[in-house]
């Protein structure tokens, strides 16, 4: 699979999204080693702190069948009816990812038109890992 259906993956998820408080819509598609993509979008909860973003969905989706071998994350969101240049991951999905992939892990922000492949240590280059228990 290439980056740029990746990404339209990604997209596609966004449009699913629960967010009825931010209207900030997020979609991302999660590729496997094994070629299966497993994608997420953002589900908010009036008790703000029981939201999950969609990086997190779309990698406790594929860890919860089975998958830890990962190839890459597409991220696609902004405002309803919008698309941001640039949706990064929040602290916590970037400490999630941290846990279930390797620092060179690619992970493409942007647009299915227009984007971005950052490495994982690019956007957290001081990960907390089991190296540090």
Same mark, same amino acid.
């Given at each position: ?27 991302? =598609? ?16 009036? =008790? ?9 969905? =779309? ?75």
């Amino acid at each position: 699979m290439n980056d740029k259906t990746l990404m339209e993956q990604a997209q596609k998820a966004r449009e699913k999204s629960y967010s009825p408080y931010s209207h900030f819509r997020v979609g991302a =598609a999660l590729l496997t080693k094994s070629g299966k993509v497993y994608t997420g979008c953002n589900i908010e909860n009036a =008790a703000f702190s029981a939201t999950v973003c969609a990086e997190r969905t =779309a990698i406790f989706k594929a860890v919860s069948e089975g998958e830890r071998d990962f190839e890459a994350l597409a991220i696609v969101g902004g405002k309803e009816g919008e698309t941001a240049d640039f949706c990064t991951p929040c602290g916590v999905c970037r400490q999630v990812i941290a846990e279930f992939c390797p620092r060179d892990f690619k992970i493409l922000l942007g647009t299915p038109e227009k984007f971005k492949a950052f490495t994982l240590d690019a956007l957290l280059p001081l990960s907390f890992t089991e190296k540090d228990l």
